[in-house]
């Protein structure tokens, strides 16, 4: 079970709306850590595609966009497009009474109808 | 644009130590920290552990009683140890270079290899 929950798919129709929420908890979102989200292809290494928070490395297409309140973050994809279909992971920085280090999300699977 | 290179056995046998080594090329593997992450198949992505250039390390605590990390500047290399493995270790695993404006809490993967299959089986 990851530490960040997702939900395990999401879909929709080409040119809609979509977003994948990511929530946490006091040990890591919620207290203030930033918020990654990376973008694997099927048979490809993960890729960034969002960092910190909202910030959208060079060469990422304006469509993407991320967001973070509380113990939540959310990526939100606009104008969706066939080539969009992957899944997508958030990723953050955890500190509990067992340890501390980098987490990921469980990957949500987007299915571009 | 730095490149990342996973390389090492794809096969090792249950009980014995999984070692793997990342080439970086396009850029100087100095003044940066560097991590490794798994990924078994079909399943999520775990962070197993990152190490700086002058060796500091920090490990996943899940794992750190079985990983060992190491860096060659010279060779402009980064190395992974997973010792007494089993079928659970089986996995594509991924080396990364980190990359955080603000410290530990900052910190996100920004360049990824392509990745290389381990599988544990006798």
């Known amino acids: 079970q990851s530490v960040l929950t997702q939900p395990p798919s999401v879909s929709g129709a080409p040119g809609q709306r979509v977003t994948i929420s990511c929530t946490g908890s006091s040990s890591n979102i919620g207290a203030g850590y930033d918020v990654h989200w990376y973008q694997q292809l099927p048979g490809t290494a993960p890729k960034l595609l969002i960092y910190?928070?909202?910030n959208r490395p060079s060469g990422v297409p304006d469509r993407f966009s991320g967001s973070k309140s509380g113990t939540s973050a959310s990526l939100a994809i606009t104008g969706l497009q066939a080539e969009d279909e992957a899944d997508y992971y958030c990723?953050?920085?955890?500190?509990?009474?067992?340890?501390?280090?980098?987490?990921f999300g469980g990957g949500t699977k987007l299915t571009v109808l | 644009q730095v490149q990342l290179q996973e390389s090492g056995p794809g096969l090792v046998k249950p009980s014995e130590t999984l070692s793997l080594t990342c080439t970086v090329s396009g850029g100087s593997i100095s003044s940066y920290y560097w991590s490794w992450i798994r990924q078994p198949a079909g399943k999520g992505l775990e962070w197993i552990g990152r190490?700086?250039?002058?060796?500091?390390?920090n490990y996943n605590p899940s794992l750190k009683s079985r990983v060992t990390m190491s860096v060659d500047t010279s060779k402009n290399q980064f190395s992974l140890k997973l010792s007494s493995v089993t079928a659970a270790d089986t996995a594509v695993y991924y080396c990364a270079r980190d990359r955080s404006f603000g410290g530990p809490t900052t910190e996100y993967f920004q360049h990824w290899g392509q990745g290389t299959l381990v599988t544990v089986s006798s």
């Open positions: 990723q953050s920085y955890d500190s509990s009474l067992s340890g501390s280090g980098w987490v």
């Open positions: 910190g928070n909202s």
């Open positions: 190490i700086y250039t002058s060796g500091s390390t």
